[in-house]
């Protein structure tokens, strides 16, 4: 769905992304908030959410629709075509005059937030941000003609216009656009029949990447004693050859992982295929990524060093050299749409973005982010404690959890929520009760004969429950103080999901709604 805020005079126009799983009263924030005056969905289910609020959009003019035919006749809805059609009698010399007006430092588009930690912002990306960024991140990596991109993160989102789009506007190339379903469980069989040349990945899409490889692995013979199955020593070998031409990616020379920090086993294991995971770091108010790793310049979990033309610092470090991080360039936003002091809360004087994410350098420059400042989780005790080493460390001891959230703000002892890995309904995108096939072995190992969440839930598992209690004593036991040990978990009933609302369209974590939405089971958990 993409809304179009036009803008006179001379009717230039800005687009505006709504992501497709938002309610109809987010789509209205947004259409709001930009003072849409056309709004274009793709079909007819995409159609009935602005219905539900057309009456409270004053700006808006026409809806339309670009896929299918109307279900139904109104006043100002049109078709793709017929829309089209109200500007044949517009002349070229009014178009020309349209595009020679635009300059280089007004806006080009507005992309809104994902809303992970609060309220959807409009940040506005003028020309020079756009083609400075895509021109100087290209000219990096070395991006040439007729490179190849899989589409497939929702093209409101930044890191998916700049792949998808301008980096093969700027440098001539083709983008495929993966079936809806690539979220849900499709990514493999697109990436396959596309075999794309460059590839961002968010961190859960290499997650079911690598469980796609460990099978291809298995079936080829790949010594199963191994802890990871493919051996950097054999990355030149016909086995990994077999496994990266069944996963799509036999000529890809870019792999890029951004959005979320990815795990460092994740990163070894794409490492044994001699396929070295790129992080890159970057905010929608920084057009994207700005730290970047490359094959030259690259250190295991870090995100690498700023891109040519920016600049990083660390604010205020503390004795661990951990503080927030600061970028300065010219591709930093304008701001916020009409919303200036949001925008003078993260853009100071000197025009660097305070990014609310914490970081440090290592010796070399290499920058490591390590959380983010609302996430820190701050004990009654006034014990300061990052939430993400603890949780990835449960999930590694732990292969069967999908999620772990710690808990503990102002309370008086850390607790975890946990979620097992489940099926995806392919439709909906929401979680199943099922548990995956992987988490079913798993649990046969230990004696558990439960297949769904609810069995394991419900009966409290002992087999199950003991290896949690286990995993996290381990965890628990590298703790470097008391505080930072957790006390007390829980399994819910369903692991985390877009439609669910407990993940971001990229798959982001949304801490705040998920504190929200179990607060009640939060609460069982500090009863005495």
Known sequence: MVALYLQCPLESGLAVGIYTTNSAEACQYVAENCEANILVVEGHTQLLKILQIQDRLPHLKAIVQYCGELQMRKPNLYTWEEFMHLGEDISDFKLDDIISSLKVNQCCTIVYTSGTTGPAKGAMLSHDNVTWTAKT?????????????????????????????????????????????????????????????????????????????????????????????????????????????????DRCTLWHSGAAPVKKETLEYFMGLNLYLMNVYGLTESVGPWVVSTQSNFRITSCGKAIPGCKTKIHMPDKDGVGEIFCWGRNIFMGYLNMEEKTTDVLDEDGWLHSGDLGRFDEDGFLYVTGRLKDIVVTSGGENIPPIPIENSVKKELPIIS??????????????????????????????????????????????????????????????????????????????????????????????????????????????????????????LYKV
């Open 137 to 249: 991140f290209g000219k990096h990596f070395g991006v040439q003609e007729k490179e190849v991109i899989l589409s497939y993160l929702p093209l409101n989102h930044v890191g998916g216009q700049l792949y998808d789009i301008w980096l093969p506007m700027c440098f001539g190339g083709t983008t495929y656009f993966a079936n809806p379903g690539a979220l849900k469980g499709s990514m493999i069989h697109n990436l396959k029949e596309v075999r794309p040349t460059i590839f961002l990945g968010v961190p859960r899409i290499w997650e079911k990447i690598q469980e796609a490889a460990e099978v291809l692995a298995s079936c080829s013979s790949v010594n199963d004693n191994c802890s990871n199955p493919c051996l950097s020593s054999l990355a030149d070998s016909s086995i990994l050859k077999t496994i990266k031409a069944g996963l799509g990616l």
């Open 403 to 524: 999620n772990a959230i710690l808990v503990g703000d102002q309370r008086k002892f850390l607790s975890m929520l946990l979620t097992l890995k489940c099926t995806v309904d392919a439709d909906t995108g929401e979680s199943q009760d099922y548990l995956t096939e992987e988490v079913i072995q798993f649990c046969q190992q230990l004696g558990s004969g439960a297949t769904r969440v609810s069995e394991v839930v419900s009966k409290k598992d002992p087999a199950i429950y003991d290896a949690i209690h286990k995993a996290i004593e381990r965890v628990n036991q590298k703790a470097v103080s008391n505080a930072q040990k957790v006390q007390k978990w829980t399994i819910l009933n369903k692991d985390f999901s877009i439609a669910g609302g407990e993940l971001g369209p990229t798959l982001k974590l949304k801490r705040s709604v998920i504190l929200a939405m179990y607060e009640e089971c939060i609460d069982e």
